[in-house]
């Protein structure tokens, strides 16, 4: 069974960055390809991009193409996410959601980080 | 990218109705479909994979079908926890895309 577990609220500015962690117990990280997914106010859910710590694939979606990056924490069970150049619109809920290993489909979720950009 | 098209958004209903929500894949995607439920300010759970099998653990009353471009959910016997939104999400292939929800409200 996973589990995930993700960093608390963050307020920025526009045109800052903001980093989100997500740490996984029940498995191994390297066995795992890690989603990310947000929610806007009111809003439906948004797939922003993968990383398959199996083989470092990273695939991204484009409208954050150039903004985004997942990594690998420094420590074997969390993964990060940072989106740059922050607008309002940016303002959400960030999930990070996992596929069992084996599996295709997101099984496991964190509990959401919701990032506020406001000048 | 696949779009997802779901309908109707928003559907009032009783305990005990059956309910169902239509989502079509803007071209073939195979089985390769999920129905997550979400409750305000809670990730969404997963509830069916691979278009038609159920989750481990997850009540009967819940059932998918369909393939290619044409997917269903059914809830038979609505409970009051499943007032929710469902979304359909594809994971035939890159960029994932999901459906813009379907809210089950109290009627």
């Known amino acids: 069974q996973g589990h995930l577990v993700q960093s608390g609220a963050e307020v920025k500015k526009p045109g800052a960055s903001v980093r989100v962690s997500c740490k996984i117990s029940?498995?191994?990280?390297?066995?795992?390809?890690i989603h990310w997914v947000r929610q806007a106010p009111g809003k439906g859910l948004e797939w922003m991009g993968s990383f398959d710590l199996e083989d470092g694939e990273r695939i991204y979606a484009q409208q954050f193409q150039g903004r985004v990056t997942m990594t690998e924490g420094a420590s074997t069970d969390t993964a990060h996410m940072e989106l740059s150049s922050l607008r309002t619109e940016d303002t959400a809920l960030y999930f990070c959601?996992?596929?069992?290993?084996?599996?295709?489909?997101?099984?496991?979720w964190g509990q959401g980080t919701l990032v506020t950009v406001s000048s | 990218d696949v779009q997802m098209t779901q309908s109707p958004s928003t559907l009032s209903a009783s305990v005990g109705d059956r309910v169902t929500v239509t989502c079509r894949a803007s071209?073939?995607?195979?089985?390769?479909l999920a129905w997550f439920q979400q409750t305000p300010g809670k990730a969404p759970k997963l509830l069916i994979y691979k278009a038609s099998t159920l989750d481990s653990g997850l009540p009967s009353r819940f059932s998918g079908s369909g393939s290619g471009t044409e997917f269903t959910l059914t809830i038979t016997s609505l409970q009051p926890d499943d007032f929710a939104t469902y979304y359909c999400q594809q994971y035939d292939s890159y960029p994932w895309t999901f459906g813009q929800g379907t809210k089950v409200e109290i009627k």
């Open positions: 071209q073939n995607i195979d089985d390769w």
């Open positions: 029940g498995y191994i990280l390297i066995e795992l390809s």
């Open positions: 959601a996992i596929p069992a290993p084996g599996r295709d489909v997101l099984d496991y």
